[in-house]
């Protein structure tokens, strides 16, 4: 199993930035799938979710800033980020778990990872 997440880079603050998730080797619309982010220093943190039917989660750092959400062929997850502040500067990783009831942000709950990408805002 692979995932792999894309899409990072500089942005200004204010500024906006889709991020992606693909996976190989396992059937990934029919997977949760989560974002998290780790800043310099401090731990790993869980910012979104999406179950394999659609419903999504975020927790309150990013509501109604960020929106996950996935293409009708269920190949990608992407995480649509607004407003970026200088605080949302992190290594963002996607990672994969089965479907439970509803989707979650806790990190030990995911078996399967990617390697991050590094979303930087300037101030």
């Known amino acids: 199993v692979q995932l792999q997440a894309s899409g990072g880079g500089l942005v200004q603050a204010g500024g906006s930035l889709r991020l992606s998730c693909a996976a190989s080797?396992?059937?990934?619309?029919?997977?949760?799938i989560g974002w998290f982010r780790q800043a310099p220093g401090k731990e790993r943190e869980g910012i979104s979710c999406?179950?394999?039917?659609?419903?999504?989660y975020h927790e309150a750092p990013v509501r109604g800033r960020f929106t996950i959400s996935r293409d009708s062929a269920g190949n990608t997850v992407w995480l649509h980020m607004n407003s970026l502040v200088p605080e949302d500067t992190a290594t963002y990783f996607c990672?994969?778990?089965?479907?439970?009831?509803?989707?979650?942000?806790?990190?030990?709950?995911?078996?399967?990872w990617g390697q991050g990408t590094q979303v930087t805002v300037s101030s």
């Open positions: 990672a994969a778990v089965f479907p439970r009831s509803t989707c979650t942000t806790v990190e030990y709950e995911y078996p399967y």
């Open positions: 999406i179950s394999s039917d659609g419903s999504t």
């Open positions: 080797g396992l059937t990934f619309r029919t997977y949760d």
